[in-house]
């Protein structure tokens, strides 16, 4: 990496660096607990790391996070993984959720659109109200602190007031999507054995009725440990046989109970892509959520009550858990249940534009097609009320930061954020008081000791390495469920590095303290010493307005060799003819590395994508290795699994 200062693409003005909430905090922590008052964020971050306790107690006192135990101490072990935080503390994640309901009972909480309807409201008073007589019932079904509670639900109210319901009672929360087919949703849930299930008829998507009544009744056959099945009639079904119907559940007038709950009680289970076994059944505490959000969500993507908070995800996605807590901020959520490109391509600007959004959060692959698609937001939309777009799921290529830039506004602060569904949150990205270069995320986070580490464990600047976190976060897992020992935890992030979280991601750490990320570290391109993540590729290649998407993988030979296929699905119409061979690989050689030129260029009719839209890198390697499809990926993890046969035949004509 270029140690060189580019020009930033965008810097923020004086009155938004003043007005932002990390400015104030940083002022606040200042004079209350010795945080630098001067240097800006750069100071600030060094002392959240270098005082790490310090700088979690200031996070709990400046959001006033209400403690009803007071706890003996912030941090009772660093160890990783086991880091203890707040021992002895008791609270809830609801409670701290609905506090808004005092202040602001008429004003909307949630704003919910789907494909047809327009945007409806529930007020403030009205989620308090329905999350208590939910969590009363609950109470009434045996529901008990520790218990599973799961949804088969798209992204709408109901979800929400589920969740929060969940959690007042000191329930454990548990989502997936109703894309999902029955097998993959057994795969999550008989893991944790929920004694609740909502779910809903079915859903709308793509401007069709998708009817899931059949996959709802092998949910219920298959997980014994049910005691009751909530039915909501999304598509207007009347409730199956034995179960219960949403609204008489929600139809009281009840003050919500809160469950007062140890800091690491947990407060719901995610879930790792899957894509080579089981998904890791990944829990996160109460506390640690509450305040690793708070944090991210009120100084880093700076909201507050006067925001609207549009992330497009649904519940099988850790996005959905992470916009469910701008509640916390007192922030209007947006939840979106429908197709991220119907009736086209802007589908998700419309809905910014038709809810008032202010912070708009997306995926990479989203702005790039609605580059490809010649999509002109401003334009087309009044998106004056919209000053962050945020971006994850994968690098944003630099294209990405300037078609915003040009497409929507050019005084727009531009977050590209990465993190993990493993800490439900991010390692780096948005910071409103820096500048944002071009292809870069601002900063690693507050409270994230984020490195760059080479193969020996020594941190590097300016030069690719291993994304390391070396000290605790508090929405860590507190553990995976069904692993006793802890050792299934501990092979996932800390066996290269003894008691060093590492992620599995290639980055660099500039000199300027900005991130680059350059894609997954066990699929990383290794030609002849030189890593290049896969992200890298993509971001070249697809630039190609033939390709509409690309996977490329690299694979180290038994005598030595490397083979490193490039896969291209092409866009309708276009042909790999030597004309367009020829393109891809001078664009790779001009733009990337002469040695990083693929070895071969094969079209194919699909690339598979995990259930939450991440290509599989790894398990198409695997196969490409000869490993049997049933041992290289978890068929239940991947989109399209017919498409993985073009791999397994292309593994087994080559052998």
């Given at each position: ?308 908070f549009f992330w497009y995800t649904s519940t099988g996605w850790m996005m959905w858990n992470f916009l469910v807590s701008g509640l916390l901020t007192g922030t209007t959520i947006v939840l979106y249940d429908g197709s991220p490109g119907h009736p086209d391509t802007g589908a998700q600007w419309r809905v910014a534009e038709r809810t008032g959004t202010t912070l708009y959060g997306t995926s990479a692959a989203y702005v790039m097609a609605c580059r490809k698609a010649e999509v002109h937001p401003s334009r087309d939309f009044d998106l004056s009320k919209v000053r962050c777009v945020a971006t994850t799921g994968s690098p944003l290529p630099p294209d990405g930061f300037r078609w915003l830039h040009d497409e929507v506004r050019d ?245």
């Open positions: 990496m270029p140690t060189s200062n580019p020009e930033p693409l965008w810097r923020p003005d004086p009155q938004r660096t003043a007005e932002a909430q990390v400015t104030r905090f940083q002022t606040w922590a200042a004079e209350h607990h010795g945080a630098p008052s001067e240097g800006g964020y750069p100071a600030l971050h060094r002392w959240s790391v270098e005082e790490l306790e310090t700088f979690w107690k200031a996070v709990t006192e400046w959001f006033d996070v209400r403690f009803s135990t007071p706890y003996t101490r912030v941090l009772g072990s660093r160890t990783m993984p086991g880091a203890a935080w707040f021992p002895g503390g008791t609270l809830n994640y609801a409670e701290h959720a609905l506090r808004a309901a005092a202040t602001r009972p008429d004003e909307p909480a949630l704003l919910y659109v789907d494909e047809i309807h327009e945007p409806s409201p529930v007020s403030w008073s009205e989620l308090r109200r329905q999350v208590g007589s939910l969590a009363a019932e609950l109470r009434a079904l045996g529901v008990r602190p520790g218990d599973r509670v799961s949804g088969y639900l798209p992204n709408i109210p109901q979800a929400v007031v589920a969740l929060l319901a969940t959690a007042a009672v000191g329930g454990v929360w548990t989502s997936c999507a109703p894309d999902f087919g029955a097998r993959s949703v057994l795969d999550r849930f008989q893991q944790v054995e929920p004694v609740v299930l909502f779910a809903v008829d079915g859903y709308r998507y793509g401007g069709k009725e998708h009817d899931r009544r059949a996959v709802v009744a092998e949910l219920r056959a298959e997980l014994p440990t049910l005691r009751a099945v909530v039915h909501i009639p999304l598509l207007g079904a009347e409730p199956p046989e034995g179960a219960l119907d949403w609204s008489a559940l929600t139809a009281a007038d009840e003050e919500p109970v809160f469950e007062q709950v140890p800091f690491d009680q947990p407060l719901w289970v995610l879930y790792s892509s899957g894509t080579t076994g089981l998904p890791k059944a990944i829990v996160q505490s109460q506390g640690g959520i509450l305040v690793e959000h708070l944090k991210q969500l009120g100084l880093h993507c700076d909201l507050g009550p006067g925001d609207r005084d727009l602060w531009i977050a590209s954020v990465s993190g993990g569904t493993d800490v439900c949150s991010c390692f780096a990205g948005a910071v409103p008081t820096l500048p944002v270069y071009t292809g870069e995320l601002q900063a690693p986070g507050l409270g994230t000791d984020l490195q760059s580490w080479d193969p020996e464990g020594r941190p590097v600047i300016d030069e690719v390495g291993e994304l390391v976190v070396t000290n605790p976060m508090p929405s860590m897992p507190v553990r995976f469920w069904n692993d006793p020992d802890g050792s299934r935890y501990h092979d996932s992030y800390f066996d290269t590095y003894p008691g060093v979280w590492r992620h599995g991601d290639w980055i660099t750490v500039t000199s300027r303290g900005s991130v680059v990320i350059h894609g997954r570290s066990d699929s990383t391109l290794n030609r002849q010493g030189v890593r290049m993540g896969s992200a890298d590729i993509y971001e070249v290649v697809e630039r190609l307005p033939e390709i509409k998407e690309s996977l490329v993988i690299g694979i180290e030979q038994a005598d030595g060799g490397y083979w490193m296929p490039l896969f291209v699905h092409l866009t309708p119409g276009a042909v790999l003819d030597e004309a367009l061979l020829g393109r891809i690989k001078q664009a790779i050689r001009e733009q990337l590395s002469p040695r990083h030129v693929p070895d071969e260029v094969i079209e194919v009719p699909g690339v598979p994508h995990t259930l939450t839209g991440k290509r599989i890198e790894v398990p198409v390697k695997r196969l490409l290795q000869g490993t049997p499809l049933e041992k290289a990926v978890n068929p239940g993890s991947i989109d399209d699994l017919g498409l993985l046969n073009f791999y397994e035949d292309l593994a087994r004509k080559r052998s």
